[in-house]
């Protein structure tokens, strides 16, 4: 696709609902980023892909955080028994080389 | 101490006049740095890159980097009311975290017409 496609775009959990955010990277870019960012910082780093190897899961707050891209394109953050401080924006980015272009972002609200 | 600085702003700028954005960063292994531009509400947009010591230009923007320093800047000229956005510093730490990328908390830029 022409750029990085995030679904949902907004997502209202109940606490201890699990829930899962999708990433449709830039067709051809070998790595992808999951980042979460709180209103008013920057993002966070939590996982990244090269293909399919999850080569970095260092910034996953909890074990209650899962990513996996099985075939080396869309990929899937998963989140389990939300809790209130889950509630952010939840970016994906691809890249072919050192530069990194965005998707619009997935609002998850834990209420 | 959060490991790319940034002030947090807003900075406030008339129109046409020459925005300035300071970023410090801590890794002295850090290899590539980015500028991101994000409007309330959207996802961040990447504006500038730059690799090597020196400046580079691009349109109205220019980046500035000194790694002896471990600073990097980015410089908006002729600003627009269009320019008002949260502009965020991001550092890449090298060829063995290619893909992570360290942001800073972002300055605020309001240009006033």
């Known amino acids: 696709g022409a750029g990085v496609s995030q679904s949902p775009r907004y997502k209202v959990a109940k606490r201890g609902q699990d829930v899962a955010l999708r990433c449709d990277p830039i067709?051809?870019?070998?790595?992808l980023f999951w980042y979460q960012q709180a209103l008013g910082q920057g993002p966070e780093f939590l996982t990244y892909f090269q293909n399919e190897a999850q080569l970095d899961k260092s910034g996953l707050p909890s074990d209650r955080f899962f990513a996996e891209r099985p075939e080396g394109s869309v990929s899937t953050l998963k989140i389990q028994r939300t809790q209130q401080e889950d509630s952010a924006v939840y970016l994906c980015?691809?890249?072919?080389?050192?530069?990194?272009?965005f998707g619009q972002g997935t609002r998850l609200t834990v209420v | 101490q959060k490991e790319v600085e940034q002030n947090s702003g807003p900075l406030s700028v008339p129109e046409g006049a020459i925005a300035s954005l300071n970023c410090t960063y801590s890794d002295r292994g850090s290899q590539s740095f980015f500028w991101y531009r994000q409007y309330s509400g959207k996802s961040p947009e990447l504006i500038m890159s730059?690799?090597?010591?020196g400046d580079k230009e691009d349109g109205r923007f220019t980046a500035q980097l000194n790694k002896a320093s471990q600073y990097v800047s980015l410089l908006i000229r002729d600003s627009q009311p269009s320019d008002s956005a949260t502009y965020l510093c991001?550092?890449?730490?090298?060829?063995?975290?290619?893909?992570?990328?360290?942001f800073g908390a972002g300055t605020q830029v309001v240009v006033t017409p």
């Open positions: 067709s051809g870019h070998v790595s």
């Open positions: 730059i690799y090597s010591n």
């Open positions: 991001a550092v890449n730490g090298g060829t063995d975290s290619w893909g992570k990328l360290q």
């Open positions: 980015a691809s890249s072919s080389g050192p530069k990194a272009f």
